[in-house]
């Protein structure tokens, strides 16, 4: 299936290759739909089509501008330019940015086709030739390949010189000299013997970083890709590798169904400390690991400051368990111990005894690493009385483990509140006070809260769990939800009081996102 995106500032035009073209009876999809440029950018920037049809001349952003953005962040996309007589003049203009086809307007719904017809035909052959070329390299893979691959190796685990790491990266084709550097290792999970999934999302990898002299890659094992940036300063390299990681994370799990976690390293300044950067980056994806969590985490994330305690972390494996658990982890932790009692309650007691004293000393230790003081946060669990009720049955045991855990996990969040929470909150206060401003955007609110849109846009869809353009979306939609229940305002009026600059366009994304018109909402349909 073939994705299409249409952007047009006149309805009509829009309705007219919306409903004359019998889209669910051709190998072509509409996926999407929006008024000019600006708002088009950040929708296709979630929804990747193939086809991009778009008006020159718009209000905000006209399509030629629209086009140069797009031939640059998603230089897959085949452009098809829609022009009046009078703006021939521009064909010049879209031939140089390397538009696919120039229709003049009307357009009928057979030349429409037509002209799909021919673009999809190009898709399809540079498709096929990309498999072509991937197999093709995938054959002539070289004894030289495999050697930088080794000395790779041999670099971030400290087997080699500084100096010597100079001269054999030149000798490869890699200029190692720079300001700073930073690794992140991204570990690949695929369901088990489905080894295909893997290497394409190796593939993946080295698609997101082609033709970059800044980011080197190479296979730490089967499953793992070492990812090494490096930059002109330390400033910039962690907002670096969180984009990049953000966006290998997003087009691996996307289109290859492989989970992925990376761990990120500390930046540092010179060739001879980046196996310091490597181990960092292995001891961050060994808490993913260990914590069951398929994220992108740094090793400052891990505790406040960045302070690790190794020997913690190898040697009480509980400990490490509830420093990084979620409230939904806590039924399998406890079904994880359930496993290991008997039936019934006379059966193998001490177990019982010794298993809740593991976990209460355990969350002890934790409550103190955080300067709290256990006898605040769970003072009944140091009663002997308590201890003796909680392993007289299963289910006491669970019931009783639950609420110790639950208490244990809500008050590290309240001392080690997420790296980027406060900046997410802020970012969500200003949508909730903006949302209906039709010029907000990622860039603007990634103004608000100082940091780059591309950085801002890789940490909101982390932590929010969605990303921007969602979110605002939600938002949107849920005010023009409240109107429609609580008011008799006309669906234009709530289209322009909700964000949506046009009616049709607001009843599109409503239906969308509800599978309700706008009116069926109303009527309670």
């Known amino acids: 299936m073939i994705s299409v995106f249409l952007v047009d500032d006149e309805i009509v035009v829009r309705e007219g290759i919306r409903n004359s073209i019998p889209w669910e009876d051709t190998e072509y999809s509409l996926v999407g739909e929006a008024p000019d440029g600006e708002m088009a950018l950040s929708i296709m920037k979630d929804l990747k089509p193939d086809i991009l049809i778009t008006d020159i001349r718009m209000p905000f952003m006209d399509g030629l501008s629209l086009a140069k953005i797009i031939r640059k962040t998603q230089p897959w ?18 031939i140089s940015i390397g538009v696919e086809e120039y229709l003049l307007k009307p357009v009928s719904s057979a030349d429409m086709l037509a002209t799909l017809d021919k673009v999809s035909r190009q898709i399809a052959e540079e498709r096929l030739s ?3 070329i991937e197999a093709l390299s995938r054959q002539v893979r070289t004894s030289e390949e495999i050697l930088r691959e080794r000395w790779l190796c041999d670099l971030v685990a400290g087997l080699v010189a500084t100096d010597e790491a100079i001269e054999r990266g030149r000798d490869v084709g890699i200029d190692l000299i720079a300001h700073g550097y930073i690794v992140a290792l991204a570990e690949i999970s695929s ?6 999934g893997v290497a394409t999302a190796r593939t993946v990898i080295a698609d997101q970083v082609a033709g970059r002299s800044d980011v080197i890659t190479f296979a730490r094992d089967m499953e793992t890709v070492a990812i090494l940036v490096k930059s002109n300063g330390l400033e910039s390299l962690e907002e670096c590798v969180y984009t990049i990681a953000q966006g290998i994370k997003f087009e691996i799990e996307r289109s290859t169904g492989c989970a992925v976690s990376v761990g990120i390293g500390s930046p540092v300044d010179r060739i001879g400390e980046i196996p310091r950067s490597f181990a960092d980056a292995d001891l961050a994806l060994r808490h993913l690991s260990q914590s069951g969590r398929r994220n992108i985490l740094g090793i400052g994330d891990l505790r406040p400051g960045g302070e690790i305690d190794i020997t913690k972390l190898e040697g009480d494996p509980i400990i490490d368990r509830l420093r990084y658990a979620s409230s939904g982890d806590i039924d399998g932790i406890i079904e994880e111990y359930l496993g290991l009692l008997g039936d019934k309650p006379g059966q193998g007691n001490f177990i019982w005894y010794y298993l809740i004293g593991d976990i209460i000393v355990a969350a002890s230790k934790l409550v103190e690493e955080l300067g709290g003081d256990i006898h605040d946060v769970m003072p009944e669990f140091l009663q002997h009385e308590r201890i003796t009720e909680i392993v007289t049955s299963r289910e006491s045991f669970g019931t ?30 200003y949508i909730e006070i903006h949302f209906a401003d039709q010029d907000i955007s990622l860039h603007s609110v990634a103004s608000h809260v100082n940091v780059s849109p591309n950085h801002f846009s890789a940490v909101f869809s982390q932590e929010a769990g969605e990303s921007f353009i969602e979110y605002l979306t ?30 049709h366009y607001f009843s599109f994304i409503f239906k969308k996102n509800t599978g309700l018109t706008p009116r069926e909402f109303r009527s309670g349909k």
């Open 191 to 196: 369901e088990p013997g489905k080894f295909s």
């Open 77 to 94: 996309v085949k452009i098809v330019i829609l022009s009046g007589h009078d703006e021939f003049k521009y064909a010049r203009e879209a």
């Open 474 to 503: 939600r938002t949107r939609i849920d005010h023009a939800k409240h109107l429609l229940s609580t008011t008799g305002m006309k669906n234009s009026d709530i289209a322009y009081e909700s964000g949506f600059g046009d009616p």
């Open 130 to 132: 990309k498999r072509k």
């Open 400 to 429: 009783e483990v639950r609420s110790l855990l639950s208490a244990v996990v809500s008050f590290r969040e309240s001392r080690m509140p997420s790296r980027y929470r406060v900046m997410i909150e802020k970012a969500k206060q």
